[in-house]
């Protein structure tokens, strides 16, 4: 594959679960999806868009308290930046949902190190 053609994953609401590992990206609580919401690091009223560098999984008291603010405004913090996923890591997050990874893969990929779920 050529530089800068590699395919892009779908921004959807799943996805970004999936990429935010269903944490909520300000206090880190761990949640099923239906209590989660999305937030707008930078809201949407304050030009804020609805891109993957924007959004973050969120439970629904962080996001009472953040509103319509951006997070320095009240306080806190982000545990990661969001940014668009990369395809190849991505599926293999994916597949980690599915099936367990085979025992010679668990050195090279990241998230199978002690103490991850």
């Not at 930046?81 to 990929?109: E, S």
Request: with cysteine; net charge positive; glycine share 6%.
């Amino acid at each position: 594959m050529m530089p800068g053609c590699e395919p892009s994953i779908r921004f959807s609401r799943a996805n970004v679960l999936l990429r935010d590992n269903y944490t909520c990206q300000y206090c880190g609580e761990v949640l099923a999806s239906h209590e989660l919401t999305f937030d707008h690091v930078v809201p949407r009223a304050r030009g804020g868009r609805t891109v993957w560098e924007n959004i973050v999984a969120c439970c629904r008291p962080c996001n009472a308290r953040k509103g319509n603010r951006t997070p320095e405004q009240v306080g806190m913090k982000l545990l990661a930046l969001p940014q668009k996923p990369r395809v190849l890591a991505f599926k293999l997050k994916h597949m980690r949902l599915a099936r367990p990874l085979p025992d010679p893969w668990k050195p090279w990929i990241p998230w199978q190190s002690a103490g991850s779920a």
